[in-house]
Protein backbone atom coordinates (compact mmCIF):
# COMPACT_ATOMS: atom_id res chain seq x y z
CA UNK A 1 0.00 0.00 0.00
CA UNK A 2 0.81 3.05 -0.76
CA UNK A 3 1.48 5.75 2.32
CA UNK A 4 0.14 9.57 1.74
CA UNK A 5 3.75 10.61 2.52
CA UNK A 6 4.73 9.14 -0.68
CA UNK A 7 2.93 11.12 -2.49
CA UNK A 8 3.64 14.94 -4.22
CA UNK A 9 5.16 17.42 -2.09
CA UNK A 10 2.88 19.52 0.59
CA UNK A 11 0.53 21.97 -1.00
CA UNK A 12 1.31 25.73 -0.18
CA UNK A 13 -1.25 27.41 1.84
CA UNK A 14 -2.84 28.64 -1.26
CA UNK A 15 -2.98 25.55 -2.31
CA UNK A 16 -4.98 24.04 0.01
CA UNK A 17 -7.32 26.53 0.81
CA UNK A 18 -8.52 26.40 -3.24
CA UNK A 19 -8.62 22.60 -2.88
CA UNK A 20 -10.79 22.76 0.03
CA UNK A 21 -13.26 25.07 -1.50
CA UNK A 22 -13.32 23.20 -4.70
CA UNK A 23 -14.03 20.04 -2.93
CA UNK A 24 -17.11 21.74 -0.73
CA UNK A 25 -18.42 22.83 -4.06
CA UNK A 26 -17.99 18.95 -5.46
CA UNK A 27 -19.15 17.86 -1.72
CA UNK A 28 -22.39 20.41 -1.95
CA UNK A 29 -23.18 19.36 -5.86
CA UNK A 30 -23.32 15.70 -5.01
CA UNK A 31 -25.58 16.72 -1.44
CA UNK A 32 -28.33 18.52 -4.12
CA UNK A 33 -27.88 15.82 -6.69
CA UNK A 34 -28.56 12.52 -4.30
CA UNK A 35 -30.97 14.80 -2.75
CA UNK A 36 -33.15 14.90 -6.09
CA UNK A 37 -32.08 11.36 -7.54
CA UNK A 38 -34.01 10.09 -4.07
CA UNK A 39 -36.39 12.42 -3.47
CA UNK A 40 -37.89 11.20 -7.02
CA UNK A 41 -37.02 7.56 -6.02
CA UNK A 42 -38.54 7.37 -3.15
CA UNK A 43 -41.71 9.15 -3.95
CA UNK A 44 -42.22 6.72 -6.13
CA UNK A 45 -41.61 3.90 -3.75
CA UNK A 46 -43.68 5.66 -1.32
CA UNK A 47 -46.23 5.95 -4.25
CA UNK A 48 -45.73 2.25 -5.11
CA UNK A 49 -46.45 1.68 -1.97
CA UNK A 50 -49.73 2.80 -0.95
CA UNK A 51 -51.12 4.36 -4.64
CA UNK A 52 -50.06 2.85 -7.35
CA UNK A 53 -51.58 -0.68 -6.62
CA UNK A 54 -55.04 1.21 -6.65
CA UNK A 55 -54.88 3.11 -9.45
CA UNK A 56 -52.61 1.82 -12.35
CA UNK A 57 -53.85 -1.82 -11.94
CA UNK A 58 -57.28 -3.54 -12.88
CA UNK A 59 -59.41 -3.97 -9.46
CA UNK A 60 -59.20 -7.04 -7.98
CA UNK A 61 -56.54 -9.08 -5.57
CA UNK A 62 -55.14 -6.36 -3.36
CA UNK A 63 -52.16 -8.95 -2.79
CA UNK A 64 -51.69 -9.27 -6.84
CA UNK A 65 -52.06 -5.33 -7.45
CA UNK A 66 -49.30 -4.68 -4.85
CA UNK A 67 -47.02 -7.41 -6.25
CA UNK A 68 -47.49 -5.57 -9.71
CA UNK A 69 -46.69 -2.34 -8.12
CA UNK A 70 -43.99 -3.30 -6.41
CA UNK A 71 -42.36 -5.19 -9.72
CA UNK A 72 -42.56 -1.41 -11.60
CA UNK A 73 -40.74 -0.74 -8.48
CA UNK A 74 -38.36 -3.19 -9.78
CA UNK A 75 -38.31 -2.79 -13.62
CA UNK A 76 -36.37 0.99 -12.96
CA UNK A 77 -33.29 -1.61 -11.06
CA UNK A 78 -32.89 -3.41 -14.49
CA UNK A 79 -32.30 -0.71 -16.15
CA UNK A 80 -29.72 1.13 -13.81
CA UNK A 81 -26.82 -1.53 -14.90
CA UNK A 82 -27.49 0.01 -18.45
CA UNK A 83 -27.22 3.66 -17.41
CA UNK A 84 -24.23 2.74 -15.32
CA UNK A 85 -22.62 1.52 -18.63
CA UNK A 86 -23.53 4.24 -20.90
CA UNK A 87 -22.99 7.64 -18.38
CA UNK A 88 -20.33 5.11 -16.73
CA UNK A 89 -18.59 5.67 -20.44
CA UNK A 90 -19.31 9.27 -20.76
CA UNK A 91 -18.31 10.03 -17.39
CA UNK A 92 -14.62 8.72 -18.07
CA UNK A 93 -14.41 9.87 -22.06
CA UNK A 94 -16.16 13.35 -21.65
CA UNK A 95 -16.11 14.22 -18.10
CA UNK A 96 -17.81 14.34 -14.25
CA UNK A 97 -19.49 17.22 -14.40
CA UNK A 98 -21.81 17.25 -18.06
CA UNK A 99 -22.22 13.36 -17.22
CA UNK A 100 -24.07 14.20 -14.23
CA UNK A 101 -25.80 17.04 -15.32
CA UNK A 102 -27.55 15.17 -18.36
CA UNK A 103 -28.27 12.40 -15.39
CA UNK A 104 -29.88 14.75 -13.38
CA UNK A 105 -32.05 16.11 -16.04
CA UNK A 106 -32.87 12.63 -16.88
CA UNK A 107 -34.36 11.89 -13.69
CA UNK A 108 -36.14 15.22 -13.02
CA UNK A 109 -37.76 14.81 -16.47
CA UNK A 110 -39.06 11.82 -15.86
CA UNK A 111 -40.31 11.97 -12.35
CA UNK A 112 -42.45 15.10 -13.45
CA UNK A 113 -43.99 13.27 -15.99
CA UNK A 114 -45.54 10.38 -13.66
CA UNK A 115 -47.09 13.19 -11.88
CA UNK A 116 -49.15 13.53 -15.21
CA UNK A 117 -49.65 10.26 -16.06
CA UNK A 118 -53.45 8.99 -16.77
CA UNK A 119 -54.40 6.64 -14.34
CA UNK A 120 -55.65 2.30 -15.50
CA UNK A 121 -59.15 3.86 -15.18
CA UNK A 122 -58.79 6.94 -18.34
CA UNK A 123 -55.67 4.79 -20.14
CA UNK A 124 -56.88 1.48 -19.61
CA UNK A 125 -53.64 -0.94 -19.89
CA UNK A 126 -51.64 2.10 -21.58
CA UNK A 127 -51.33 3.76 -17.96
CA UNK A 128 -49.40 1.11 -16.29
CA UNK A 129 -46.87 0.76 -19.30
CA UNK A 130 -46.08 4.24 -19.32
CA UNK A 131 -45.39 4.22 -15.52
CA UNK A 132 -42.76 1.69 -16.36
CA UNK A 133 -41.38 3.04 -19.67
CA UNK A 134 -40.60 6.30 -17.08
CA UNK A 135 -39.94 3.93 -14.58
CA UNK A 136 -37.06 2.97 -16.35
CA UNK A 137 -35.57 6.53 -17.18
CA UNK A 138 -35.25 6.94 -13.65
CA UNK A 139 -33.43 3.95 -13.61
CA UNK A 140 -31.41 5.12 -16.43
CA UNK A 141 -30.50 8.58 -14.70
CA UNK A 142 -29.85 6.84 -10.80
CA UNK A 143 -27.34 3.78 -12.27
CA UNK A 144 -24.59 6.47 -12.93
CA UNK A 145 -25.57 9.07 -9.82
CA UNK A 146 -24.08 7.72 -7.28
CA UNK A 147 -20.93 6.50 -8.95
CA UNK A 148 -20.53 10.06 -10.80
CA UNK A 149 -20.88 11.93 -7.81
CA UNK A 150 -18.68 9.67 -5.32
CA UNK A 151 -15.93 10.16 -8.09
CA UNK A 152 -15.89 13.44 -8.36
CA UNK A 153 -16.28 14.17 -4.82
CA UNK A 154 -13.40 11.81 -4.28
CA UNK A 155 -11.38 12.98 -6.69
CA UNK A 156 -11.69 16.39 -5.78
CA UNK A 157 -11.27 15.89 -1.73
CA UNK A 158 -8.08 16.77 0.17
CA UNK A 159 -6.05 13.94 1.02
CA UNK A 160 -7.14 12.04 4.60
CA UNK A 161 -10.56 13.78 3.87
CA UNK A 162 -11.95 11.55 0.87
CA UNK A 163 -14.24 9.54 2.30
CA UNK A 164 -15.72 12.55 4.65
CA UNK A 165 -16.31 14.30 1.36
CA UNK A 166 -17.48 11.27 -0.68
CA UNK A 167 -19.75 10.94 1.80
CA UNK A 168 -22.10 14.28 1.20
CA UNK A 169 -23.70 12.06 -2.06
CA UNK A 170 -25.19 10.19 0.85
CA UNK A 171 -25.92 12.87 3.07
CA UNK A 172 -27.98 14.01 0.19
CA UNK A 173 -29.61 11.05 -0.47
CA UNK A 174 -30.96 11.03 3.17
CA UNK A 175 -32.26 13.97 2.76
CA UNK A 176 -34.02 13.33 -0.34
CA UNK A 177 -35.32 10.58 1.55
CA UNK A 178 -36.59 13.01 4.03
CA UNK A 179 -38.31 15.62 1.39
CA UNK A 180 -39.96 12.79 -0.16
CA UNK A 181 -41.43 11.36 3.01
CA UNK A 182 -42.29 15.02 4.01
CA UNK A 183 -44.32 15.89 0.65
CA UNK A 184 -46.22 12.49 1.18
CA UNK A 185 -47.18 13.44 4.87
CA UNK A 186 -50.22 15.81 3.65
CA UNK A 187 -50.95 13.32 1.13
CA UNK A 188 -51.46 10.54 3.39
CA UNK A 189 -53.49 12.94 5.57
CA UNK A 190 -56.07 13.17 2.71
CA UNK A 191 -59.29 11.41 2.07
CA UNK A 192 -58.37 8.14 0.24
CA UNK A 193 -60.20 9.67 -2.67
CA UNK A 194 -58.96 12.64 -3.19
CA UNK A 195 -55.55 10.89 -2.35
CA UNK A 196 -55.83 8.76 -5.14
CA UNK A 197 -57.52 11.35 -7.67
CA UNK A 198 -55.04 14.06 -6.87
CA UNK A 199 -53.07 14.16 -4.54
CA UNK A 200 -50.44 11.35 -4.52
CA UNK A 201 -49.62 14.10 -7.70
CA UNK A 202 -47.85 16.73 -6.05
CA UNK A 203 -44.83 15.14 -4.60
CA UNK A 204 -43.83 14.49 -8.06
CA UNK A 205 -44.58 18.10 -9.58
CA UNK A 206 -42.48 19.15 -6.43
CA UNK A 207 -39.48 17.72 -7.65
CA UNK A 208 -39.10 20.52 -9.87
CA UNK A 209 -37.87 22.92 -7.22
CA UNK A 210 -34.71 20.93 -6.31
CA UNK A 211 -34.09 19.88 -9.95
CA UNK A 212 -33.50 23.87 -10.26
CA UNK A 213 -31.57 24.32 -7.45
CA UNK A 214 -28.92 20.79 -8.23
CA UNK A 215 -29.01 21.91 -11.93
CA UNK A 216 -27.52 25.65 -10.91
CA UNK A 217 -24.82 23.96 -8.78
CA UNK A 218 -24.30 21.27 -11.32
CA UNK A 219 -23.17 23.45 -13.89
CA UNK A 220 -20.70 25.47 -12.19
CA UNK A 221 -18.73 22.87 -11.20
CA UNK A 222 -14.97 22.59 -12.79
CA UNK A 223 -13.77 18.56 -13.80
CA UNK A 224 -11.16 17.53 -11.10
CA UNK A 225 -7.69 17.83 -11.75
CA UNK A 226 -6.75 14.22 -11.41
CA UNK A 227 -8.95 13.71 -14.63
CA UNK A 228 -8.00 16.71 -16.48
CA UNK A 229 -4.37 15.39 -16.65
CA UNK A 230 -5.32 12.05 -18.00
CA UNK A 231 -7.53 13.89 -20.65
CA UNK A 232 -5.03 16.57 -21.61
CA UNK A 233 -2.27 13.82 -21.96
CA UNK A 234 -4.28 11.63 -24.20
CA UNK A 235 -4.77 9.22 -21.49
CA UNK A 236 -8.26 8.16 -21.33
CA UNK A 237 -9.27 5.21 -22.95
CA UNK A 238 -11.64 4.18 -25.86
CA UNK A 239 -14.00 1.74 -24.32
CA UNK A 240 -13.42 2.41 -20.25
CA UNK A 241 -15.84 0.11 -19.54
CA UNK A 242 -14.04 -2.82 -21.56
CA UNK A 243 -10.87 -1.61 -20.09
CA UNK A 244 -12.19 -1.98 -16.56
CA UNK A 245 -12.98 -5.13 -16.41
CA UNK A 246 -9.17 -5.91 -18.62
CA UNK A 247 -7.44 -4.19 -15.20
CA UNK A 248 -10.15 -4.21 -12.71
CA UNK A 249 -11.79 -7.67 -12.66
CA UNK A 250 -11.18 -8.06 -8.85
CA UNK A 251 -12.47 -4.90 -8.08
CA UNK A 252 -15.29 -5.14 -9.44
CA UNK A 253 -16.60 -7.82 -8.17
CA UNK A 254 -15.58 -6.74 -4.69
CA UNK A 255 -17.73 -3.84 -5.36
CA UNK A 256 -20.77 -5.91 -6.32
CA UNK A 257 -20.27 -7.99 -3.41
CA UNK A 258 -19.97 -5.36 -1.33
CA UNK A 259 -23.42 -3.22 -2.51
CA UNK A 260 -25.57 -5.61 -1.57
CA UNK A 261 -25.80 -3.66 2.19
CA UNK A 262 -28.09 -1.30 0.26
CA UNK A 263 -30.87 -4.21 0.39
CA UNK A 264 -31.35 -3.02 3.98
CA UNK A 265 -32.05 0.49 2.79
CA UNK A 266 -34.49 -0.87 0.21
CA UNK A 267 -36.53 -3.23 2.30
CA UNK A 268 -37.20 -0.59 5.25
CA UNK A 269 -38.36 1.99 2.74
CA UNK A 270 -40.41 -0.16 0.52
CA UNK A 271 -41.48 -3.69 1.86
CA UNK A 272 -41.00 -2.20 5.78
CA UNK A 273 -43.71 0.47 4.83
CA UNK A 274 -46.38 -1.43 3.06
CA UNK A 275 -45.93 -4.67 6.25
CA UNK A 276 -46.15 -1.74 9.13
CA UNK A 277 -49.53 -0.72 6.95
CA UNK A 278 -51.08 -4.07 6.65
CA UNK A 279 -50.71 -4.78 10.27
CA UNK A 280 -52.27 -1.23 11.19
CA UNK A 281 -49.31 1.39 11.81
CA UNK A 282 -50.59 4.19 10.00
CA UNK A 283 -48.98 5.18 7.04
CA UNK A 284 -47.87 8.73 8.35
CA UNK A 285 -46.52 7.66 11.08
CA UNK A 286 -44.15 5.50 9.29
CA UNK A 287 -43.14 8.50 7.34
CA UNK A 288 -42.36 10.01 10.35
CA UNK A 289 -40.03 6.95 11.29
CA UNK A 290 -38.09 7.39 7.61
CA UNK A 291 -37.69 11.32 8.84
CA UNK A 292 -36.70 11.26 12.34
CA UNK A 293 -33.91 8.28 10.93
CA UNK A 294 -32.72 10.19 7.60
CA UNK A 295 -32.79 13.53 9.60
CA UNK A 296 -29.94 12.02 11.64
CA UNK A 297 -28.48 10.17 9.46
CA UNK A 298 -27.61 13.31 7.78
CA UNK A 299 -25.16 14.49 10.18
CA UNK A 300 -24.18 10.58 11.46
CA UNK A 301 -22.76 9.23 7.87
CA UNK A 302 -20.05 12.65 7.83
CA UNK A 303 -19.00 11.55 10.91
CA UNK A 304 -18.70 7.73 10.13
CA UNK A 305 -16.94 8.60 7.34
CA UNK A 306 -14.62 10.71 8.71
CA UNK A 307 -14.00 7.86 11.13
CA UNK A 308 -12.64 5.74 8.19
CA UNK A 309 -10.55 8.51 7.71
CA UNK A 310 -8.70 7.70 10.36
CA UNK A 311 -9.49 3.91 11.29
CA UNK A 312 -9.72 2.31 7.79
CA UNK A 313 -13.03 1.85 5.46
CA UNK A 314 -12.99 -2.46 5.94
CA UNK A 315 -13.43 -2.08 10.14
CA UNK A 316 -16.18 0.97 10.30
CA UNK A 317 -17.88 -0.82 7.17
CA UNK A 318 -17.99 -4.24 8.24
CA UNK A 319 -19.01 -3.04 11.66
CA UNK A 320 -22.26 -1.41 9.93
CA UNK A 321 -23.43 -4.15 7.53
CA UNK A 322 -23.10 -6.98 10.20
CA UNK A 323 -25.05 -4.53 12.43
CA UNK A 324 -27.56 -4.00 10.16
CA UNK A 325 -28.00 -7.58 9.48
CA UNK A 326 -28.91 -8.25 13.24
CA UNK A 327 -31.16 -5.30 14.27
CA UNK A 328 -33.42 -5.99 10.64
CA UNK A 329 -34.65 -9.13 12.88
CA UNK A 330 -35.57 -6.21 16.01
CA UNK A 331 -37.28 -3.78 13.66
CA UNK A 332 -39.80 -6.37 11.92
CA UNK A 333 -40.11 -7.66 15.34
CA UNK A 334 -41.51 -4.70 16.59
CA UNK A 335 -43.74 -3.72 13.27
CA UNK A 336 -45.62 -6.73 13.79
CA UNK A 337 -46.24 -5.93 17.45
CA UNK A 338 -47.22 -2.21 16.11
CA UNK A 339 -45.18 -0.77 18.92
CA UNK A 340 -44.46 2.73 17.63
CA UNK A 341 -41.87 3.94 20.00
CA UNK A 342 -39.94 1.00 19.33
CA UNK A 343 -40.45 1.07 15.79
CA UNK A 344 -39.23 4.79 15.95
CA UNK A 345 -36.37 3.55 18.20
CA UNK A 346 -35.10 0.56 15.77
CA UNK A 347 -35.54 2.37 12.87
CA UNK A 348 -33.29 5.12 13.63
CA UNK A 349 -31.18 3.18 15.27
CA UNK A 350 -30.54 0.66 12.03
CA UNK A 351 -30.89 4.20 9.52
CA UNK A 352 -28.67 6.66 11.81
CA UNK A 353 -26.25 4.10 13.47
CA UNK A 354 -25.37 0.44 11.53
CA UNK A 355 -26.55 1.38 8.09
CA UNK A 356 -24.97 4.88 7.91
CA UNK A 357 -21.76 2.74 9.12
CA UNK A 358 -21.58 1.23 5.45
CA UNK A 359 -23.60 3.37 3.50
CA UNK A 360 -21.58 6.38 4.30
CA UNK A 361 -17.92 4.69 3.59
CA UNK A 362 -18.83 3.01 -0.23
CA UNK A 363 -18.61 6.45 -1.96
CA UNK A 364 -15.19 7.28 -1.21
CA UNK A 365 -13.92 3.16 -0.78
CA UNK A 366 -15.57 2.17 -4.14
CA UNK A 367 -14.32 5.04 -6.04
CA UNK A 368 -10.85 4.10 -4.21
CA UNK A 369 -10.60 0.93 -5.95
CA UNK A 370 -10.48 1.97 -9.22
CA UNK A 371 -7.87 4.15 -11.48
CA UNK A 372 -9.18 7.43 -12.52
CA UNK A 373 -9.18 5.96 -16.19
CA UNK A 374 -11.97 3.24 -15.09
CA UNK A 375 -13.54 4.87 -12.21
CA UNK A 376 -16.76 6.01 -13.29
CA UNK A 377 -17.52 2.97 -15.28
CA UNK A 378 -16.11 0.72 -12.55
CA UNK A 379 -17.80 2.07 -9.76
CA UNK A 380 -21.50 2.79 -11.31
CA UNK A 381 -21.82 -1.35 -12.96
CA UNK A 382 -20.14 -2.54 -9.82
CA UNK A 383 -22.66 -0.89 -7.61
CA UNK A 384 -25.77 -1.67 -9.94
CA UNK A 385 -25.08 -5.79 -9.17
CA UNK A 386 -26.21 -5.47 -5.56
CA UNK A 387 -28.72 -2.88 -6.54
CA UNK A 388 -30.18 -4.58 -8.95
CA UNK A 389 -31.22 -7.63 -6.52
CA UNK A 390 -31.84 -5.03 -4.10
CA UNK A 391 -34.34 -3.60 -6.02
CA UNK A 392 -36.56 -6.64 -6.66
CA UNK A 393 -36.11 -7.69 -2.55
CA UNK A 394 -39.43 -6.00 -1.38
CA UNK A 395 -41.29 -8.38 -4.48
CA UNK A 396 -39.79 -11.62 -2.96
CA UNK A 397 -40.62 -10.52 0.48
CA UNK A 398 -43.97 -9.35 -0.31
CA UNK A 399 -44.41 -13.21 -1.93
CA UNK A 400 -43.04 -15.05 0.90
CA UNK A 401 -44.63 -13.29 3.59
CA UNK A 402 -47.83 -13.30 1.75
CA UNK A 403 -51.25 -12.08 4.16
CA UNK A 404 -49.85 -13.75 7.33
CA UNK A 405 -49.05 -10.59 9.54
CA UNK A 406 -46.65 -12.50 11.85
CA UNK A 407 -44.62 -14.30 8.58
CA UNK A 408 -42.20 -11.42 9.02
CA UNK A 409 -38.89 -13.94 9.00
CA UNK A 410 -38.35 -14.22 5.26
CA UNK A 411 -37.43 -10.89 4.86
CA UNK A 412 -35.68 -10.29 7.72
CA UNK A 413 -33.59 -13.46 6.45
CA UNK A 414 -33.25 -11.84 2.93
CA UNK A 415 -31.50 -8.86 4.62
CA UNK A 416 -29.12 -10.88 6.54
CA UNK A 417 -28.15 -12.94 3.84
CA UNK A 418 -27.18 -9.75 1.83
CA UNK A 419 -25.35 -8.62 4.33
CA UNK A 420 -23.08 -11.53 4.56
CA UNK A 421 -22.59 -11.31 0.72
CA UNK A 422 -21.27 -7.67 1.54
CA UNK A 423 -19.25 -9.07 4.41
CA UNK A 424 -17.77 -11.23 2.07
CA UNK A 425 -16.94 -7.92 -0.60
CA UNK A 426 -15.48 -6.38 2.34
CA UNK A 427 -12.86 -8.75 3.55
CA UNK A 428 -11.53 -9.37 -0.22
CA UNK A 429 -10.98 -5.44 -0.87
CA UNK A 430 -7.60 -3.45 -0.18
CA UNK A 431 -7.94 -1.18 2.79
CA UNK A 432 -7.37 2.57 0.43
CA UNK A 433 -7.86 5.07 3.38
CA UNK A 434 -4.18 5.87 3.17
CA UNK A 435 -3.48 5.51 -0.57
CA UNK A 436 -2.65 8.40 -2.30
CA UNK A 437 -5.15 9.62 -5.01
CA UNK A 438 -3.24 9.20 -8.20
CA UNK A 439 -1.75 6.01 -6.42
CA UNK A 440 -5.41 4.73 -6.42
CA UNK A 441 -5.99 1.45 -8.86
CA UNK A 442 -2.72 0.89 -9.73
CA UNK A 443 -1.57 -2.43 -9.55
CA UNK A 444 1.50 -1.29 -7.52
CA UNK A 445 -1.02 -0.40 -4.44
Not at 68 to 78: D, E, R
Not at 86 to 109: P, Q, S
Not at 218 to 242: I, M, Q, T, W, Y
Not at 282 to 287: D, E, G, K, Y
Request: net charge neutral; aromatic share 12%; hydrophobic share 55%.
Amino acid sequence: MTNIAAGPQAQSPAEAERQLKRAKKAALAAFLGGALEYYDFFIYATAASLIFSKIFFPAGDSTVALLASFATFGVAYVARPFGAVVFGHLGDKIGRKNTLVLTLVLMGAATFLIGVLPDFNTAGYWAPALLVLLRLMQGLSAGAETAGASALSTEEAPEGRRGFFASFAMSGISAGIVLASLAFLPVAAMSEADRLAWGWRIPFWLSVIVLIVAYLVRRSLDEPEVFEEKHDHGELVKLPFAKMFKTHPAQFFQVALMSFETVTNTFMQSFGLAYAVTVGVPASTMLWVSIAGNVLAIATQPLMARLSDSLGRRPVFIAGVLGSGVMIFVYFSVISTGNVPMIFLTSTLITAGTYAMSNAIYPAWFSELFNVKVRYSGMAIGLQIGILCAGFTPLLGTALVGTDKANWGPAAWIVAASSVLAVAGALWARETSRTHLRDLGNPVN
